[in-house]
Protein backbone atom coordinates (compact mmCIF):
# COMPACT_ATOMS: atom_id res chain seq x y z
CA UNK A 1 0.00 0.00 0.00
CA UNK A 2 1.26 3.23 -0.42
CA UNK A 3 -0.06 6.23 2.04
CA UNK A 4 2.06 9.03 1.31
CA UNK A 5 1.92 12.38 0.18
CA UNK A 6 4.40 15.33 -1.29
CA UNK A 7 4.56 18.93 -0.48
CA UNK A 8 3.50 20.62 -3.83
CA UNK A 9 7.04 23.07 -3.28
CA UNK A 10 8.52 19.78 -3.79
CA UNK A 11 6.94 17.55 -5.71
CA UNK A 12 4.07 18.10 -8.32
CA UNK A 13 2.84 17.59 -11.77
CA UNK A 14 1.05 19.79 -14.13
CA UNK A 15 -1.04 18.70 -17.19
CA UNK A 16 -2.91 20.00 -20.24
CA UNK A 17 -5.00 17.79 -22.82
CA UNK A 18 -5.73 18.57 -26.19
CA UNK A 19 -8.90 15.94 -27.38
CA UNK A 20 -10.55 18.46 -29.30
CA UNK A 21 -8.67 19.23 -32.25
CA UNK A 22 -6.26 16.56 -34.13
CA UNK A 23 -5.35 19.71 -36.18
CA UNK A 24 -3.49 22.07 -33.51
CA UNK A 25 -0.50 23.28 -35.03
CA UNK A 26 0.85 23.84 -31.33
CA UNK A 27 -0.29 20.99 -28.97
CA UNK A 28 -0.21 17.58 -30.36
CA UNK A 29 -3.37 15.31 -29.00
CA UNK A 30 -2.91 13.93 -26.24
CA UNK A 31 -2.35 14.79 -22.78
CA UNK A 32 0.68 16.70 -22.00
CA UNK A 33 1.60 16.00 -18.37
CA UNK A 34 5.03 17.85 -16.54
CA UNK A 35 6.34 16.37 -13.23
CA UNK A 36 8.38 19.31 -11.63
CA UNK A 37 10.97 18.13 -9.09
CA UNK A 38 12.39 20.59 -6.22
CA UNK A 39 15.91 20.51 -6.22
CA UNK A 40 16.20 19.17 -2.29
CA UNK A 41 15.08 16.66 -3.36
CA UNK A 42 17.57 15.32 -5.43
CA UNK A 43 17.82 12.99 -8.81
CA UNK A 44 15.35 10.66 -8.82
CA UNK A 45 16.31 6.88 -7.99
CA UNK A 46 13.81 5.16 -10.51
CA UNK A 47 10.69 6.40 -13.13
CA UNK A 48 7.97 7.73 -12.25
CA UNK A 49 5.05 5.78 -12.44
CA UNK A 50 1.66 7.13 -13.32
CA UNK A 51 -2.00 5.21 -11.51
CA UNK A 52 -5.36 6.06 -11.60
CA UNK A 53 -6.44 7.39 -8.45
CA UNK A 54 -9.09 5.37 -6.36
CA UNK A 55 -12.34 7.48 -6.40
CA UNK A 56 -13.67 8.23 -2.84
CA UNK A 57 -17.54 9.47 -2.13
CA UNK A 58 -17.04 11.91 0.78
CA UNK A 59 -19.73 14.45 1.84
CA UNK A 60 -18.00 16.92 3.44
CA UNK A 61 -18.80 20.47 4.73
CA UNK A 62 -17.28 23.79 4.67
CA UNK A 63 -17.08 26.29 8.02
CA UNK A 64 -16.86 29.88 7.17
CA UNK A 65 -15.46 32.36 9.33
CA UNK A 66 -16.82 35.45 9.90
CA UNK A 67 -16.51 39.04 11.62
CA UNK A 68 -20.09 39.51 12.64
CA UNK A 69 -22.07 36.50 12.55
CA UNK A 70 -19.25 34.05 13.95
CA UNK A 71 -18.47 30.64 12.22
CA UNK A 72 -21.05 29.52 9.94
CA UNK A 73 -21.66 26.00 8.32
CA UNK A 74 -22.61 24.86 5.18
CA UNK A 75 -24.11 27.84 2.81
CA UNK A 76 -22.96 31.47 3.57
CA UNK A 77 -25.31 34.29 3.43
CA UNK A 78 -22.66 37.34 2.37
CA UNK A 79 -25.45 39.69 2.88
CA UNK A 80 -25.87 38.80 6.42
CA UNK A 81 -21.90 38.68 7.15
CA UNK A 82 -20.56 41.41 5.96
CA UNK A 83 -19.64 40.60 2.52
CA UNK A 84 -16.98 38.67 3.44
CA UNK A 85 -16.23 35.71 5.41
CA UNK A 86 -13.19 32.88 4.88
CA UNK A 87 -13.92 29.24 4.71
CA UNK A 88 -12.31 25.53 5.35
CA UNK A 89 -13.39 22.14 4.92
CA UNK A 90 -14.26 20.29 7.55
CA UNK A 91 -12.49 17.15 8.22
CA UNK A 92 -13.88 14.13 6.56
CA UNK A 93 -14.78 10.65 8.68
CA UNK A 94 -12.25 9.33 10.36
CA UNK A 95 -10.97 6.13 9.37
CA UNK A 96 -10.67 7.31 5.93
CA UNK A 97 -7.43 9.13 4.47
CA UNK A 98 -9.03 11.27 1.16
CA UNK A 99 -8.23 13.95 -0.08
CA UNK A 100 -9.50 16.49 -1.96
CA UNK A 101 -8.52 17.57 -5.52
CA UNK A 102 -11.04 20.03 -6.47
CA UNK A 103 -13.94 21.90 -5.06
CA UNK A 104 -17.03 23.32 -7.22
CA UNK A 105 -19.07 26.01 -5.30
CA UNK A 106 -22.99 27.21 -6.81
CA UNK A 107 -24.23 30.43 -6.42
CA UNK A 108 -27.66 31.78 -6.15
CA UNK A 109 -27.42 34.71 -7.75
CA UNK A 110 -25.69 34.47 -11.21
CA UNK A 111 -25.24 38.28 -11.25
CA UNK A 112 -24.31 38.73 -7.85
CA UNK A 113 -20.72 40.91 -7.80
CA UNK A 114 -18.48 38.01 -6.25
CA UNK A 115 -14.60 37.00 -5.45
CA UNK A 116 -13.80 33.49 -4.55
CA UNK A 117 -10.01 33.18 -3.91
CA UNK A 118 -7.92 29.86 -2.86
CA UNK A 119 -5.31 30.99 0.38
CA UNK A 120 -2.23 29.05 0.75
CA UNK A 121 -1.05 28.47 4.01
CA UNK A 122 1.17 31.49 3.89
CA UNK A 123 -1.69 34.18 3.27
CA UNK A 124 -1.17 34.58 -0.59
CA UNK A 125 -3.85 34.27 -2.90
CA UNK A 126 -3.07 30.87 -5.14
CA UNK A 127 -6.30 31.15 -7.49
CA UNK A 128 -9.30 33.30 -7.93
CA UNK A 129 -12.56 33.14 -9.51
CA UNK A 130 -14.90 35.84 -10.24
CA UNK A 131 -17.19 34.57 -12.87
CA UNK A 132 -18.22 30.85 -13.41
CA UNK A 133 -16.97 28.25 -13.22
CA UNK A 134 -16.53 28.76 -9.48
CA UNK A 135 -14.19 25.72 -9.46
CA UNK A 136 -10.94 25.11 -7.89
CA UNK A 137 -8.59 22.24 -8.07
CA UNK A 138 -5.37 21.77 -5.92
CA UNK A 139 -3.12 18.95 -4.12
CA UNK A 140 -4.74 18.46 -0.66
CA UNK A 141 -7.76 21.51 -0.77
CA UNK A 142 -8.54 20.40 2.64
CA UNK A 143 -5.62 22.29 4.22
CA UNK A 144 -6.42 25.48 2.62
CA UNK A 145 -8.57 28.18 3.13
CA UNK A 146 -11.44 30.00 0.84
CA UNK A 147 -12.25 33.44 0.79
CA UNK A 148 -15.28 34.81 -0.27
CA UNK A 149 -16.30 38.66 -0.91
CA UNK A 150 -19.56 40.10 -2.42
CA UNK A 151 -23.08 39.33 -2.49
CA UNK A 152 -25.13 36.41 -2.52
CA UNK A 153 -25.22 32.94 -1.22
CA UNK A 154 -22.04 30.72 -1.11
CA UNK A 155 -22.31 27.02 -0.80
CA UNK A 156 -20.10 23.93 -1.61
CA UNK A 157 -21.94 22.09 -4.51
CA UNK A 158 -19.48 19.66 -5.85
CA UNK A 159 -16.37 17.93 -4.51
CA UNK A 160 -13.73 15.07 -5.79
CA UNK A 161 -11.59 13.13 -3.90
CA UNK A 162 -8.86 11.04 -4.30
CA UNK A 163 -7.29 7.71 -1.80
CA UNK A 164 -3.75 7.27 -1.03
CA UNK A 165 -4.58 3.92 -1.07
CA UNK A 166 -3.29 0.97 -3.39
CA UNK A 167 -3.59 -2.31 -3.89
CA UNK A 168 0.11 -2.63 -4.91
CA UNK A 169 3.21 -0.92 -4.81
CA UNK A 170 4.17 -0.06 -9.08
CA UNK A 171 7.23 0.70 -8.49
CA UNK A 172 8.26 -2.68 -6.96
CA UNK A 173 6.58 -4.19 -9.91
CA UNK A 174 7.87 -2.10 -13.04
CA UNK A 175 9.00 -5.12 -15.24
CA UNK A 176 5.99 -6.42 -14.57
CA UNK A 177 3.00 -3.58 -15.19
CA UNK A 178 0.27 -3.96 -17.24
CA UNK A 179 0.50 0.11 -17.79
CA UNK A 180 3.77 0.14 -19.51
CA UNK A 181 2.92 3.40 -21.51
CA UNK A 182 2.49 5.00 -17.51
CA UNK A 183 6.03 4.55 -16.51
CA UNK A 184 8.37 7.84 -16.62
CA UNK A 185 11.84 7.08 -16.78
CA UNK A 186 15.09 8.43 -18.05
CA UNK A 187 16.82 6.99 -21.78
CA UNK A 188 18.50 4.54 -20.34
CA UNK A 189 19.04 0.80 -20.42
CA UNK A 190 19.41 -1.73 -17.39
CA UNK A 191 19.78 -0.80 -13.75
CA UNK A 192 22.39 1.33 -12.62
CA UNK A 193 24.15 2.17 -9.45
CA UNK A 194 22.43 5.97 -9.33
CA UNK A 195 19.04 5.01 -11.48
CA UNK A 196 17.12 1.44 -10.72
CA UNK A 197 14.94 -0.08 -13.36
CA UNK A 198 15.04 1.70 -16.22
CA UNK A 199 12.64 0.79 -19.26
CA UNK A 200 15.08 1.88 -21.81
CA UNK A 201 15.75 4.31 -23.98
CA UNK A 202 12.80 3.57 -26.47
CA UNK A 203 9.94 4.68 -24.45
CA UNK A 204 11.55 7.69 -23.59
CA UNK A 205 12.09 8.39 -27.20
CA UNK A 206 8.85 7.95 -28.21
CA UNK A 207 6.64 10.06 -25.88
CA UNK A 208 8.88 13.16 -26.93
CA UNK A 209 8.02 12.63 -30.45
CA UNK A 210 4.77 11.86 -29.83
CA UNK A 211 4.26 15.12 -27.67
CA UNK A 212 6.52 17.48 -30.18
CA UNK A 213 4.56 20.08 -31.65
CA UNK A 214 3.51 19.71 -34.79
CA UNK A 215 5.49 22.71 -36.05
CA UNK A 216 8.14 24.45 -34.83
CA UNK A 217 8.32 27.81 -32.78
CA UNK A 218 8.64 31.11 -34.01
CA UNK A 219 11.92 31.16 -32.50
CA UNK A 220 13.02 28.10 -34.11
CA UNK A 221 12.05 29.26 -37.66
CA UNK A 222 13.93 32.35 -38.33
CA UNK A 223 14.18 31.93 -42.64
CA UNK A 224 10.36 32.40 -42.54
CA UNK A 225 8.75 35.98 -43.08
CA UNK A 226 7.13 37.48 -40.50
CA UNK A 227 4.29 40.20 -39.98
CA UNK A 228 5.34 43.67 -38.80
Known sequence: MIASRTIPDLFHARAVANIVDPGDPDLARGTHLRLHISPDLGFPLHPFVVRQGKPLAAKVTMQWATRTAGPVTGALNLDQVGGAATGTILPISAGQRPWILRC??????LDAPLTLELVGRDGRVLAWRDQAPWSFAW???????????????????DVQCGSDQATTDPVANIGASDMPGLILGLPLEGTLPWYANAPGAAPA????ERGAPPRLGPHER???????
Do not use: C, H, I, M
Request: glycine residues 6%; charged residues 30%.
Open 205 to 208: LSRV
Open 222 to 228: ADEQRPP
Open 139 to 157: PDLETYAFRARGKGVVDLA
Open 104 to 109: TFTLNQ
